[in-house]
């Protein structure tokens, strides 16, 4: 699956995990990307969609 969304270019974050005892270790953070037919110039083209696109009516799914 991409890491990334294919309409905003929203892709992983990367941070530290901090334990109880304050021990950090490097984790990652990434968005929730899904793979949609949209519709394109007229045409249905499947792409990797985040679910804040979907849901904002940025990108307009095929039937």
Sequence with gaps: M???CEICKKGVMSGN???HSHRA????WA???QK???MVDGT???MHVCTRCLRSGKV????
């Design 2 to 4: 991409a890491k990334y």
């Design 17 to 19: 995990a901090v334990s």
């Design 25 to 28: 270790s490097r984790r990652i």
């Design 31 to 33: 968005p929730n990307i």
């Design 36 to 38: 949609v037919r949209v």
């Design 44 to 46: 249905t083209k499947k």
């Design 60 to 63: 307009q799914r095929a039937i």
